[in-house]
């Protein structure tokens, strides 16, 4: 559990707004937004351009309150692993009880405005999202399972099946294969950050994979995942969010991930940890594009379709 009386790493002085900002967790909102982008513009049902502006502005708040809300919690791990240590709490800026009252006052401020600008499907996944994060991720499987990042992982999946909701007011196929592709690509994306970053949970005592059962372990784990995750990208090709191009994209991107997960797999844990470290920070910047080209090849034939020449009936494969 957060303590909010942790000792602070000496950087402590009057906040700014970037520190009140940084508790959104802005670089994890760019991915809510986008992927929620996504779904509501795959959606068969055309959105007024303010009714979607208002949509996604509110799932980005939603995300930013489960960012803050999550760092309250963590505040203690946050102190003693080198990747979060300058964070706003552990940095002394802003204090665990501004936190708790920021991603408070903001979840609830998210889904009700997102409730009322587009309908309460989308709000009650917003809601579920924010929960979920915040009390089945962060309080509960972090520290307590190595399973954690791959249950976890359903949190960030569900933007595209909110963005979805706030356009057709429902769950479909579609959205929920977009589901699909986030969730299964998050285990192999963190454990690759794991790997190199392992001294760090280490310190925090996060069960990780990497600290339960090793880095041969990991590796296994994530080249499996990669080698399903390809198997899901691939089929959804041939669904009513692909196409042509997004299976060209996926053909590619396949290719380079499957190599990259190969490559870590194949690593010698005898060698220089230097080594490893190259290998597995280039796996996990690849992910970050593997998962953003996807979702925009998505976005690609969902343009496509609008002027009726998306899916398999541009090159004349089906209707």
Not at 57 to 76: E, P, Q, R
Not at 121 to 145: E, P, Q, S
């Amino acid at each position: 559990m957060s303590d909010t009386s942790i000792q602070t790493t000496g950087y402590e002085g009057e906040a700014q707004f970037g520190d009140y900002f940084a508790l959104l967790k802005p670089r994890v909102m760019t991915l809510v937004v986008f992927t929620a982008l996504v779904g509501l513009l795959a959606a068969p049902v055309p959105v007024h351009p303010f009714v979607g502006f208002c949509a996604i502005l509110f799932i980005a708040v939603g995300g930013g309150a489960s960012g803050a809300l999550n760092m309250w919690w963590d505040a203690d791990i946050d102190a003693v692993m080198t990747r979060t240590l300058r964070r706003p709490i552990p940095s002394g800026k802003v204090t665990g009880d501004e936190a708790l009252a920021i991603g408070l006052v903001l979840s609830v401020f998210a889904v009700v405005f997102l409730g009322l600008a587009t309908n309460w499907v989308a709000a009650g996944l917003l809601a579920f999202t924010i929960f979920f994060y915040v009390v089945v991720y962060t309080m509960w499987l972090k520290r307590w399972t190595p399973q954690n990042i791959v249950i976890g992982g359903a949190a960030g999946a569900f933007p595209p099946m909110i963005g979805w909701a706030a356009a057709t007011g429902g769950i479909s196929p579609e959205s929920i294969l977009m589901f699909c592709l986030t969730f299964m690509w998050t285990p192999p994306h963190f454990w690759a950050l794991a790997l190199f970053m392992r001294k760090d949970y280490d310190h925090a005592g996060v069960p990780m994979l990497t600290v339960t059962h090793g880095r041969r372990s990991t590796r296994n784990h994530i080249l499996v995942y990669t080698i399903l995750l390809a198997a899901l990208t691939i089929v959804t090709a041939f669904t009513g969010v692909g196409g042509p191009v997004y299976l060209a994209v996926a053909l590619v991107l396949n290719a380079l991930f499957l190599k990259g997960a190969y490559d870590i797999w194949r690593r010698d844990e005898n060698a220089s940890e230097a080594d490893n470290f190259k290998v597995e920070r280039a796996f996990f910047k690849l992910s970050l594009l593997y998962l953003f080209a996807h979702f925009g090849a998505i976005l690609i034939e969902a343009g496509l379709t609008r002027f009726g020449l998306g899916g398999w009936g541009l090159v004349g494969i089906g209707a």
